[in-house]
T-cell receptor, first 113, second 110 residues
Framework: DTAVSQTPKYLVTQMGNDKSIKCEQN?????MYWYKQDSKKFLKIMFS???????INETVPNRFSPKSPDKAHLNLHINSLELGDSAVYFC????????????FGPGTRLTVL | AQRVTQPEKLLSVFKGAPVELKCNYS??????LFWYVQYSRQRLQLLLR??SRESIKGFTADLNKGETSFHLKKPFAQEEDSAMYYC????????????FGSGTQLTVLP
């Protein structure tokens, strides 16, 4: 009955590789998000997405791209991974305009070697 | 632009002592303010939001528009309160995405 789930939980990969992190929510929410939590625990929005609008934080490199096959999924694709991409990535969802309380996934710890 | 400031990165108190985690914000409209908590190796979860005006786990937070603050308070801290606390702000329209503060790591000592 997990509300927001992410896979994998841990991801270790080499520089230059391309990887994806999957996110699914079963709350029926309209809006999904990706956040990056760096080594200092600073949490920063990367994307927010609903079926109408994709909002991209302008500081996010274009190597990062969200892909939403349907309303319940928002996957994160990362091309040409760099050392600085190592972080914990959190997916979240909310009802969007109706209620902005966000429900978070457990996080994916990405380590780039 | 939205901005949230949590001036204390680390805060330690003894069990039973009062605790206040500070949060100041900058936003030109009427914001919605939240406190999220992240216990060790767990996901972020909502602790409370200003519109509900509830007390959760003994914590309260009052929105002070004059001082643009939303400080989190608890009169008697417990060891299980030890966690990372994030203050967050949401605006209107496309600004409804959350802007988080840098977080305060609270440690409650026995």
């Amino acid at each position: 009955d997990t509300a927001v789930s992410q896979t994998p939980k841990y991801l270790v990969t080499q520089m230059g590789n391309d990887k994806s992190i999957k996110c699914e929510q079963n709350l029926g929410h309209d809006t999904m998000y990706w956040y990056k939590q760096d080594s200092k625990k600073f949490l920063k929005i990367m994307f927010s997405y609903n079926n109408k609008e994709l909002i991209i934080n302008e500081t996010v490199p274009n190597r990062f791209s969200p892909k939403s096959p349907d309303k319940a999924h928002l996957n994160l694709h990362i091309n040409s991974l760099e050392l600085g991409d190592s972080a914990v990535y959190f997916c979240a969802s909310s009802q969007g305009d109706l209620d902005n309380e966000q429900f978070f996934g457990p996080g994916t710890r990405l380590t780039v070697l | 632009a939205q901005r949230v400031t949590q001036p204390e990165k680390l805060l330690s108190v003894f069990k039973g002592a009062p605790v206040e985690l500070k949060c100041n914000y900058s936003y030109s409209g009427s914001p919605e303010l939240f406190w999220y908590v992240q216990y060790s190796r767990q996901r972020l979860q909502l602790l409370l939001r200003h519109i509900s005006r509830e007390s959760i786990k003994g914590f309260t937070a009052d929105l002070n528009k004059g001082e643009t603050s939303f400080h989190l308070k608890k009169p008697f801290a417990q060891e299980e309160d030890s966690a990372m606390y994030y203050c967050a702000l949401s605006g209107l329209g496309s600004a409804r995405q959350l802007t988080f503060g840098s977080g305060t790591q609270l440690t409650v000592l026995p």
